[in-house]
T-cell receptor
C-alpha cells in the first residue's frame, strides 16, 4: 500500500503560470519534507515541517511556498515557474528525529 | 554547508565484483542513511546507521561509519546488473530534523 503519495506524477506548466504539487501520507508522521532534484544531481532540501512548524532553507527561492493544512497533506506552490524550476520534486516523511525518511515517487515538473 | 561528498562520482565494475562507495560530511550527525535511485525513479532506502553504531549489514550491503573521520562507506558484495543505479548518502545533523544529501555515486554493473 502506498504510504507517501504524490500527485500528479507528471506536471506540465507554462512559464510564469502558478502550479501546485501535492503530497499526502498515511503514516501519521510528524515531519514532512520537500526536495528538488535536477537531472544527475542530488536531492536538494527546500523546506520541512515539524508538525506545523515551518522551516525554510536559506537558499530556497522566494518563488517556492509551502502549506501543510493538516498532518496528512503538504503542498508545494511555485508562484511563477521559470525554466530553471523544471525538476523532480520529492516529498518525504518521517515520524521524528533519528528515524528513516520515507519518500514518495516524486512529481516531475516540466516548464514550457 | 552540511552536504556530504561522495566518491567516486562514477564507478563501473563487472558483475560479481564488489563495489565500494564513500561518503564524507562536515558536521556532527545523529545518523546517516544510504539510498538507491534508479534512473528517473524515486529514492529507495537501503540502510540507516546511527552515530553510535560502527557497522550494519543488510543482505549484500555493508555500511560502516567513522564519526571521528566524518565518513561512511557502502559496500555492495557480489554485484549484479540490477544494482546499476545512483547511490546517495544523507546525513541528519545533530539538533536538526533534516537530512541533507551527498553528491551521489553513479554505479554501473556490467553483465
Amino acid at each position: 500500500d502506498a504510504m507517501v503519495i504524490q500527485n500528479p506524477r507528471y506536471q506540465v506548466t507554462q512559464f510564469g503560470k502558478p502550479v501546485t504539487l501535492s503530497c499526502s501520507q498515511t503514516l501519521n508522521h510528524n515531519v514532512m519534507y520537500w526536495y528538488q532534484q535536477k537531472s544527475s544531481q542530488a536531492p536538494k532540501l527546500l523546506f520541512h515541517y515539524y508538525d506545523k512548524d515551518f522551516n525554510n532553507e536559506a537558499d530556497t527561492p522566494d518563488n517556492f511556498q509551502s502549506r501543510r493544512p493538516n498532518t496528512s497533506f503538504c503542498f508545494l506552490d511555485i508562484r511563477s515557474p521559470g525554466l530553471g524550476d523544471a525538476a523532480m520534486y520529492l516529498c518525504a516523511t518521517r515520524p521524528g528525529t533519528r528515524e528513516t525518511q520515507y519518500f514518495g515517487p516524486g512529481t516531475r515538473l516540466l516548464v514550457l | 554547508s552540511q552536504q556530504g561528498e561522495e566518491d567516486p562520482q562514477a564507478l563501473s565494475i563487472q558483475e560479481g565484483e564488489n563495489a565500494t562507495m564513500n561518503c564524507s560530511y562536515k558536521t556532527s550527525i545523529n545518523n546517516l542513511q544510504w539510498y538507491r535511485q534508479n534512473s528517473g525513479r524515486g529514492l529507495v532506502h537501503l540502510i540507516l546507521i546511527r552515530s553510535n553504531e560502527r557497522e550494519k549489514h543488510s543482505g549484500r550491503l555493508r555500511v560502516t561509519l567513522d564519526t571521528s573521520k566524518k565518513s561512511s562507506s557502502l559496500l555492495i558484495t557480489a554485484s549484479r546488473a540490477a544494482d546499476t543505479a545512483s547511490y546517495f548518502c544523507a546525513t541528519e545533523g545533530t539538533g536538526t530534523y533534516k537530512y541533507i544529501f551527498g553528491t551521489g555515486t553513479r554505479l554501473k554493473v556490467l553483465a
